[in-house]
Each structure stands twice: as C-alpha cells, then as structure tokens.
C-alpha cells in the first residue's frame, strides 16, 4: 500500500509534461494499482466487521491509549487509500456506492424503530461498517489542513474537469452523505436517549 501511495501521489505525476502526458500516466498507474482500492477496502470493513462483533460478543473494551492508536493507524490507512482512490476517481466512488447501498435500508430501518433496540454485535459491527464508509469518502474527497478545514484537493478538481468527469458521482455521493446525516440527525432529535442512535 505504501509504495502504491507514493507512486500515485507524486507531484510529478499531476504537475509535470503536458496535460496529454499527465492524462496518459494517470490512466496506466490507475489501471495498474486501482483493483488495491476496492481489495483494500472491501477487506477493511470486513476486518473492521468482525473486530467490531468480537469486541461486542467477548465484553471487552479497548483502553483510551489503544484507543488513540487505533485512531491514528485508521487515519493514515484512510489517507493512504484515497490517494489510490483519486487516481480513478468514478471508479472509487463506485466502489463505495456498491458497499454502502446494502447498508441504507438496514440503517434505515434501524434508525426508524420507535421502540428501539438493543445493540447487538451485528447492529455495532453494521454502524461501524456504515462508519468506515463515510470515512472512506471523506478521505477521498477532502483532504486535511492542518488547523483548517478539509479542502478538495487538485486531483479531485482535475478529475472533474477532464473529459470523463465524475462530478456528478462526486455531487451524488455527497448529498447521500448529507441527507444520510440529516435522517440520522432528525432520529436523535425524536428520540435523544437511544444508545442506537
């Protein structure tokens, strides 16, 4: 993963050579290191999948210090992936359309119970799944400045100004997001003490 990364995130790749140049090396490290992302992913929520049921199942809880580690393993891995996401950027998006789609309805239907649930493993492994997911666009959409907001980064605007541009993947991607967040936000405000919410 790392050798993938600084293959597609080098500098030379996006700035240098004429734009003909720069389209041409993009394809061929796009169809070269692209399949890592869906592998990379798919096995990530897997992985995330059953640490989450066995964590449930065995009662344990990781401590604040293991916790913090997680996090920041988490972080670069995410960071790392969406560089190989960017290189193929509609191909990405798809991907995490094809693996969030199964969840909506279940979060849904979740989200929808008045009564409530109680957490099972499945349900904390599904809202970790469904977590990872949105971390996933987040990272390949935005990236991190330090002390500021995120911001979208060149190679994302690049691909959305190319011939076969995904903005309206991009476009549709996000207002998923955002009317995900605002169904959820419009549950809590109904229902403020559900610990599934």
């Known amino acids: ?33 692209f399949p890592l992302y869906n592998v ?12 989450e049921k066995y964590l449930m199942t065995s009662g344990e809880d990781l401590d604040e210090v293991r916790e913090e580690i997680v996090a920041v393993e988490l972080e670069e891995e995410m960071e ?3 560089s190989i996401g960017r290189l193929h950027l509609g191909g990405a998006l798809s991907v995490l359309s094809a693996l969030f789609q ?17 957490m099972t493993p499945e349900i904390s492994a599904m809202l970790e799944e ?12 935005t990236d991190d400045c330090r002390g500021e907001t995120p911001v979208i980064p060149e190679s994302i605007i690049l691909s959305c100004r190319g011939p076969t541009s995904p903005h309206g993947a991009v476009e549709a991607a996000v207002r998923s997001v955002c009317q995900l967040a605002e169904f959820h936000a419009s549950k809590i405000a109904q229902r ?3 610990p599934i919410l």
């Open 40 to 51: 990379f992913v798919s096995c990530r929520l897997r992985m995330a999948n059953a640490e």
């Open 80 to 82: 790392s992936v969406a």
């Open 1 to 33: 993963l790392d050798g993938a990364v600084l293959l597609s995130s080098d500098p030379w790749l996006h700035y240098s050579g004429t734009e003909e140049s720069r389209h041409q090396a993009q394809a061929a490290l796009s169809k070269a290191l």
């Open 192 to 194: 403020p003490s559900d």
């Open 130 to 141: 469904a977590r990872l997911l949105v971390l996933c666009l987040g990272h390949l959409l």
């Open 102 to 118: 199964p969840l909506l309805p279940q979060l849904q239907s979740l989200w929808n119970n008045p009564t409530g649930a109680q």
